[in-house]
């Protein structure tokens, strides 16, 4: 029988286990991944994850409006004969902005025509939907926006809407 010098069997002890220094790597490796796992969803959550909160709008008290005399239109239906009534106002960024576009007859008046112009585009069966109003908002407040040039449209308000059929 040869006797391999790395096992030495001494009566009364279990034979070592070749790879005890491996396995015990190994549960340390496994215990720095949970570890580190743990820790990193313990920061992440607590930081706010990676997405910042979104700036706060301001306050509906801080914004301007502008408003409009109503608007009464031809619709672009055929035949010439369904008519639109809107009364209509821009909220703009602020309560100075709105005061200087007020105080600006030719500035006032653009917007009143780019919003008028858009209005006599339209047909009457979208805009009796809750979807062609929404649309329609959106176009004007793309139309009067670009008009503004350094100010932005933030919403269009409708008091009134009536569409004679």
Same mark, same amino acid.
Do not use: Y
């Given at each position: 029988? @040869?006797?391999?010098?790395?096992l030495k069997i001494v009566e009364g #002890?279990?034979?070592k286990k070749k790879g005890g220094m491996?396995?015990? =790597?190994?549960?340390? %490796?496994?215990?720095?991944? %949970?570890?580190?796992?743990?820790?990193?969803?313990?920061?992440?959550?607590?930081?706010?994850? /990676? %997405?910042?909160?979104?700036?706060?709008?301001?306050?509906?008290?801080?914004?301007?409006?502008?408003? *409009?005399?109503?608007?009464?239109?031809?619709?672009? !239906?055929?035949?010439?004969?369904? *008519?639109?009534?809107?009364? =209509?106002?821009?909220?703009?960024?602020?309560? /100075?902005?709105?005061?200087? =576009?007020?105080?600006?007859?030719?500035?006032? @008046? +653009?917007?009143? @025509? !780019?919003?008028?112009?858009?209005?006599?585009? #339209?047909? /009457?069966?979208?805009?009796v939907t809750p979807e062609g109003k929404?649309?329609?908002?959106?176009?004007?407040?793309? +139309?009067?926006? /670009?008009?503004?040039?350094?100010?932005? %449209?933030?919403?269009?308000? *409708?008091?009134? *809407?009536?569409? #004679?059929?």
């Amino acid at each position: 029988m @040869s006797e391999d010098p790395e096992l030495k069997i001494v009566e009364g #002890q279990a034979p070592k286990k070749k790879g005890g220094m491996k396995t015990m =790597i190994l549960i340390v %490796v496994a215990l720095l991944v %949970v570890g580190g796992g743990g820790g990193g969803a313990w920061w992440w959550m607590h930081r706010g994850g /990676a %997405v910042e909160a979104a700036p706060k709008e301001p306050a509906l008290e801080t914004r301007g409006l502008i408003k *409009f005399e109503p608007f009464m239109v031809n619709l672009a !239906d055929e035949g010439g004969s369904r *008519f639109l009534k809107a009364t =209509i106002s821009l909220v703009v960024e602020d309560a /100075a902005t709105a005061k200087k =576009i007020e105080e600006a007859p030719v500035v006032a @008046s +653009r917007l009143r @025509s !780019d919003i008028l112009e858009l209005l006599t585009e #339209q047909s /009457a069966p979208p805009l009796v939907t809750p979807e062609g109003k929404e649309s329609l908002k959106n176009a004007i407040k793309a +139309r009067t926006s /670009a008009a503004l040039e350094d100010k932005k %449209v933030v919403d269009v308000l *409708f008091s009134e *809407f009536v569409v #004679q059929f």
